[in-house]
């Protein structure tokens, strides 16, 4: 089977509860695009299926794989190669559709593999979204428990504000040598899903406008209760308290505020051809 070009492929990125499923959904439901389907692993993500880097579970997890070095891959790796290329491909193109121009890969990972990506697929699109470090950590703090009963692999909403951090500084200064990328916050998206989109159809030259109907806001209410009463209750005080002294300034730099959720700053729009 012939291998797809490189520009033909388009990567999403973002951290775990950030957006990036119904996103890479909706962005599949364009005729022209392809996401992975039938796969049989989790969300469909590519990750899953290829042998050539690290999965995110085995950095830790959700919420803790940006920690490791090992997750940060750029053009200097050593598993940037034609071979390790196809290989990846190999295990991809069986769930493509072939017929359509563009094919979809996402995967949480990809926010720090930006660079590695694009040498390995040169010419390739990339979509970051990001949302709410404390929503995501509230989040993906439940989400953990739900999937496991190890006490070990429990973690705080403070350490995965940290984590967070961690990941998006890194994709920060990674994102000057990131060719056709288009970044996106996924409060903008939910609030206007038509003038969200329009941007990611005019950088992946589509004739067409991306059908906004799988872009709704997940319930990030509860979330921002579940941070108020944190504020409010004995055993959270504290950790809310230190949340926002350690991580308060860092957090307004990606035009959020630490303490009131719904508070979202405008972004300028970042795109690159």
Same mark, same amino acid.
């Given at each position: 089977? %012939?291998? #797809?070009?490189?520009?033909?492929?388009?990567?999403?990125?973002?951290?775990?509860?950030?957006?990036?499923?119904?996103?890479?959904?909706?962005?599949?439901?364009?005729?022209?695009?392809?996401?992975?389907?039938?796969?049989?692993?989790?969300?469909?993500?590519?990750?899953?299926?290829?042998?050539?880097?690290? +999965?995110?579970?085995?950095?830790?997890? #959700?919420?803790?794989?940006?920690?490791?070095?090992?997750?940060?891959?750029?053009? %200097?790796?050593?598993?940037?190669?034609?071979?390790?290329?196809?290989?990846?491909?190999?295990?991809?193109?069986?769930?493509?559709?072939?017929?359509?121009?563009?094919?979809?890969?996402?995967?949480?990972?990809?926010?720090?593999?930006?660079?590695?990506?694009?040498?390995?697929?040169?010419?390739?699109?990339?979509?970051?979204?990001?949302?709410?470090?404390?929503?995501?950590?509230?989040?993906?703090?439940?989400?953990?428990?739900?999937?496991?009963?190890?006490?070990?692999?429990?973690?705080?909403?403070?350490?995965?504000?940290?984590?967070?951090?961690?990941?998006?500084?890194?994709?920060?200064?990674?994102?000057?040598?990131?060719?056709?990328?288009?970044?996106?916050?996924?409060?903008?998206?939910?609030?206007?899903?038509?003038?969200?989109?329009?941007?990611?159809?005019?950088?992946?030259?589509?004739?067409?406008?991306?059908?906004?109907?799988?872009? +709704?806001?997940?319930?990030?209410?509860?979330?921002?209760?579940?941070?108020?009463?944190?504020?409010?209750?004995?055993?959270?005080?504290?950790?809310?308290?230190?949340?926002?002294?350690?991580?308060?300034?860092?957090?307004?730099?990606?035009?959020?505020?630490?303490?009131?959720?719904?508070?979202?700053? #405008?972004?300028?729009?970042?795109?690159?051809?």
């Amino acid at each position: 089977m %012939t291998s #797809p070009a490189s520009n033909r492929l388009i990567f999403v990125a973002g951290l775990h509860r950030s957006g990036t499923t119904p996103l890479s959904r909706t962005l599949a439901e364009h005729p022209s695009i392809s996401g992975l389907t039938g796969t049989g692993v989790k969300e469909d993500e590519g990750q899953h299926l290829q042998p050539v880097y690290p +999965k995110a579970k085995l950095l830790g997890g #959700p919420g803790r794989f940006a920690l490791d070095p090992r997750s940060h891959l750029t053009e %200097t790796s050593a598993l940037v190669s034609p071979e390790n290329a196809q290989r990846i491909l190999d295990a991809w193109v069986p769930y493509w559709d072939l017929d359509r121009s563009l094919l979809l890969e996402k995967s949480p990972p990809n926010l720090v593999m930006g660079r590695f990506l694009q040498a390995m697929y040169p010419g390739s699109a990339y979509i970051a979204v990001m949302r709410h470090p404390i929503i995501v950590a509230l989040s993906t703090v439940k989400w953990r428990r739900l999937l496991s009963r190890n006490w070990q692999n429990h973690t705080t909403v403070e350490e995965m504000v940290e984590h967070w951090l961690v990941a998006h500084d890194t994709f920060r200064a990674d994102l000057p040598s990131l060719t056709r990328v288009r970044v996106l916050r996924y409060e903008d998206l939910v609030a206007d899903p038509v003038g969200g989109l329009a941007p990611i159809q005019s950088l992946l030259g589509l004739a067409s406008a991306i059908p906004p109907g799988g872009i +709704k806001d997940s319930h990030s209410q509860r979330y921002e209760e579940d941070w108020l009463r944190m504020s409010r209750s004995l055993l959270g005080r504290r950790q809310h308290r230190r949340i926002i002294d350690r991580f308060g300034a860092r957090i307004a730099t990606y035009g959020y505020d630490a303490q009131d959720l719904r508070a979202v700053a #405008p972004m300028d729009p970042v795109e690159s051809s």
